[in-house]
């Protein structure tokens, strides 16, 4: 039997809506954290099964991915991303400007691909986490495998390049009313 310290929970870094790049960061952490316990899980499934350890595990990733994830996707379509289109729109001459919006755009499909990817995913993942499903079959853990890989470059180019621009681009007083908005659109006040 697997006990529960081969396949722990999440812990979330501790950041307020105060700093909300920095909260955007954060959940990319917790994405991270996220994506390997679903890839740990999958190993583990492998070799011992169904068990309660890997049903937590299961449970923890589904959450996450189903509560959490979209409201991140969320805060970056409303308060990143639009920042990068309206100045491409504004210097249609600039050529990092254009560069920017493409790159916008391209993680814009990345976010409807991946909850696509989720919406197969979780389906295995579900069953699992409810005891209905003994063993993952090779189709789920492509389904996985998949949903993993849409992450990497994705997660690293909004931290390295996404994330710093539209900071560069907002006020002290925007940063402050964007981290209220994401917390008025998480019921907190």
Do not use: K, N
Not at 3 to 20: C, M, T
Not at 21 to 48: K, Y
Not at 145 to 171: C, K, N, T
């Amino acid at each position: 039997m697997t006990s529960r310290a081969a396949l722990p929970g999440l812990r979330s870094p501790a950041v307020g809506f105060e700093q909300p790049f920095e909260m955007l960061g954060a959940c990319h952490e917790r994405i991270g954290r996220s994506l390997d316990l679903l890839a740990r899980l999958c190993t583990q499934a492998r070799a011992h099964g169904a068990d309660e350890a890997g049903r937590d595990a299961a449970r923890d990733v589904l959450r996450y991915f189903d509560i959490a994830a979209p409201l991140h996707h969320g805060d970056e379509e409303r308060h990143v991303f639009p920042l990068l289109l309206a100045r491409a729109a504004a210097h249609p001459g600039d050529v990092a400007a254009a560069e920017m919006a493409a790159l916008v755009a391209r993680l814009q499909r990345d976010h409807v691909a991946m909850a696509a990817a989720w919406a197969q995913a979780r389906v295995p993942l579900a069953a699992w986490a409810a005891g209905d499903l003994a063993a993952f079959e090779p189709a789920h853990l492509a389904a996985f495998d998949g949903f993993i890989a849409l992450h990497a470059d994705h997660l690293r180019r909004e931290d390295e390049v996404v994330y710093p621009a539209s900071r560069a681009l907002l006020s002290a007083e925007a940063v402050q009313a964007m981290g209220r908005e994401m917390a008025r659109s998480r019921g907190v006040s």
